[in-house]
């Protein structure tokens, strides 16, 4: 008996030391997640800092240097899509360890490189390699951790998304004001090499190779036409001032129109669409696409012409233009923390306040540069960017969520995936028409002015652009269409969590998407409470009923409205996720049995069908309120209601006991 004993105590503690062990190595995973989100929110923002430095090394046009910027970000955006199904297809560790892979080696390339044109090379490869990355990461975290660790884990991974913003411009422009060996913007890039290197060993020794059970195909058609309609009509905006507009610029410009329309017609034509051309037809999605094109035109634009000006203009090293700049990082994530909260109360007019906060700050920025003159006192901008970096974290967050809480249920998917699309295009376009902008402006300017002069001046003459633009988003918030008694944001109110839901409208508002990810996570948390529920209700079967009743009123309220409007738009046909909501059902069948097996419900009851009835009687009242009210008097909400409807619940579980 000693010998058992002590053979059970050993493969007890032999269990535990395996648990400890597997929960180190989901940190570890976590840790390698946020190394490569790090890395691809500061290989953006540092290219902005380092292009005066790049201009004067490498002898580059202002439009190279916008290419340099920009080919980061319309190959990022163009990949995204292909990079999520590559995962879903071919498993996530593998395509991850290709992304890091190649954006790795194209950073050490960027760094070394000799030439405008190697470089532009180097940093669209490096947009590629992040592509293939990035949407691995929610994927990896959703599989990887269960329960309270997830939420832990989105939220650390949602905050490393917003510092990424703010360190990549601190530790950027620290690194270029160094001047390192005379390497000027150099070290920059070489910095993150050994950084890509570590993640990459680490991965392919601690990732397990996950992939999806059903997975779409990639669309390599759509995906050309889109990337030769973006560039065609991107390339002349950035280049053409320089060039002198030559005529084949203008007719590649013309020519991106007919290349949009081949691209809608081979999605119309293909079974798994980059884009389905009838997501068009709902508003929400129209003018949701338009508000990220728009709110991310004028923030790349605006973070571009802002640290051209501050550095050539005024004078100011990178690492003061960091530090000028990181203000409206950390009001932005301030805001986006702050959203959350005000989201239930406001609902989608969170993006009003957020657009209105962000038009003022532009108006503070333009009032303090007209009152600079030609001095440029770099504090005096610190202001109007802290507010505009408020309303951006309000205007921005919540967007992703409230668009698709418009949208019809059965395309909840295909718009997570698409939307994010329009705020990388938005940026790439910020990039090339405000830069557009601003250069004519400062080419206009009287030759004889002072640099610093001719720099404020096209700024000043750039920025109403971007109160237009702001202005623009506060109208369309107005037109953005809003379906009766549906939750306001479907990421920040229905999901397990609002630290959660911020992860998730940051993960897509840099670009990311993997299928629904977002319902996944919602019933996988509906999935967890109902087993809690479930191991907490009472034998007796009308305490039993009560007890799903008073649970189902303070949790499932989001839950049920989802079912209500997906069993509209589906009818009874399939639905996402079928075989994860089959084992919600399962475990409360399981609970009729249990009862059945116990004797405290007659064994003549289908348990399926009691099960039915039973989800009938407590969800009734919260799914038909105007009847409860006309039937009753009372609203489903009040104590007199609350009390009728309890003791309604243990009658029927008496007359179902065996021992009624």
């Given at each position: 008996?000693?010998?058992?004993a ?70 990022y ?11 879903d ?71 490393v ?21 005379g ?9 993150l ?17 996950t ?73 929400a ?29 005024a ?12 203000p ?19 609902g989608?007019?969170?993006l ?8 003022l ?47 019809r ?29 601003f ?7 009287p ?69 629904d ?14 087993t ?18 008073v ?77 409860v ?10 104590p ?21």
């Amino acid at each position: 008996m000693r010998s058992v004993a002590g053979a059970l105590a050993a493969e007890q503690t032999r269990a535990e030391g395996e648990g400890r062990s597997q929960a180190g190595r989901r940190w570890l995973v976590l840790a390698i997640i946020l190394g490569g989100a790090f890395l691809v929110m500061v290989a953006f923002s540092t290219a902005n800092l380092a292009v005066p430095s790049m201009r004067r090394t490498l002898g580059a046009s202002f439009g190279e240097v916008e290419l340099v910027v920009a080919g980061y970000v319309l190959v990022y955006a163009l990949f995204l899509i292909a990079g999520g199904r590559l995962g879903d297809l071919y498993g996530r560790k593998h395509v991850f360890l290709a992304g890091i892979a190649i954006f790795t080696l194209a950073t050490a390339v960027c760094g070394v490189a000799p030439s405008v044109p190697v470089l532009v090379v180097a940093r669209a490869a490096q947009g590629f390699g992040a592509a293939l990355m990035y949407p691995q990461f929610l994927a990896i975290i959703q599989v990887t951790f269960e329960g309270r660790d997830r939420d832990i884990a989105l939220g650390l991974f949602g905050s490393v998304i917003g510092l990424g913003m703010v360190l990549g411009q601190l530790l950027g422009g620290a690194i270029i004001s160094l001047d390192i060996a005379g390497l000027s913007w150099r070290p920059a890039f070489l910095a993150l090499v050994p950084v890509g290197a570590v993640a990459l060993a680490a991965a392919a020794l601690l990732l397990d190779n996950t992939r999806a059970d059903v997975a779409a195909r990639l669309d390599g058609a759509g995906t050309l036409a889109l990337g030769a309609a973006l560039t065609l009509f991107i390339l002349p905006l950035m280049a053409g001032r320089d060039a002198g507009w030559p005529v084949w610029m203008l007719a590649a410009l013309i020519a991106s129109l007919p290349m949009f329309a081949l691209f809608l017609w081979l999605e119309r034509r293909t079974a798994s669409p980059l884009l389905d051309p009838g997501l068009f037809r709902q508003r929400a999605f129209l003018v949701g696409c338009l508000l990220g094109v728009a709110v991310m035109t004028g923030l790349a634009g605006f973070l571009f012409i802002t640290s051209v000006t501050l550095q050539i203009g005024a004078g100011a090293s990178p690492l003061q233009a960091g530090l000028v700049q990181a203000p409206l990082g950390l009001a932005f994530f301030a805001g986006s923390l702050l959203a959350p909260r005000l989201v239930p109360g406001l609902g989608r007019h969170v993006l009003s306040l957020g657009y209105a906060i962000l038009l003022l700050g532009v108006l503070t920025t333009l009032t303090a540069v007209r009152a600079s003159g030609s001095s440029a006192a770099l504090v005096a901008l610190v202001p109007g960017l802290i507010v505009m970096g408020l309303g951006l974290g309000l205007g921005v967050t919540p967007l992703i969520g409230t668009v698709l809480s418009a949208v019809r249920r059965e395309q909840v998917g295909a718009v997570a995936g698409a939307v994010p699309t329009a705020f990388q295009v938005g940026q790439v376009c910020g990039i090339a028409l405000v830069g557009l902008v601003f250069f004519t402006a400062l080419g206009s300017q009287p030759t004889g002015a002072s640099r610093a002069v001719r720099y404020l001046d096209a700024y000043e003459a750039t920025l109403p652009l971007l109160a237009t633009l702001a202005a623009l988003c506060l109208v369309l918030v107005f037109v953005l269409p809003r379906a009766a008694g549906v939750s306001d944001n479907v990421l920040l109110e229905r999901l397990p969590g609002r630290v959660a839901g911020l992860a998730y409208s940051l993960y897509f508002l840099t670009g990311g998407r993997v299928g629904d990810r977002a319902l996944l996570a919602l019933l996988q948390h509906t999935i967890e409470h109902r087993t809690a529920r479930a191991e907490e209700a009472p034998r007796a079967p009308g305490e039993f009923l009560v007890h799903h009743y008073v649970r189902m009123g303070k949790e499932d309220r989001a839950w049920l409205r989802y079912l209500v409007e997906e069993a509209l738009a589906r009818g009874a046909g399939p639905i996402p996720h079928e075989a994860e909501r089959v084992r919600v059902t399962a475990l409360q069948v399981d609970e009729i049995r249990s009862r059945q097996a116990e004797g405290l419900i007659d064994k003549e009851f289908d348990p399926a069908a009691l099960r039915l009835v039973a989800f009938a009687l407590t969800s009734y009242p919260l799914l038909l309120p105007q009847v409860v009210r006309l039937a009753t008097g009372h609203n489903p909400d009040s104590p007199e209601f609350d009390e009728l409807w309890q003791r309604l619940l243990r009658q029927v579980g008496a007359r179902v006991g065996h021992n009624a």
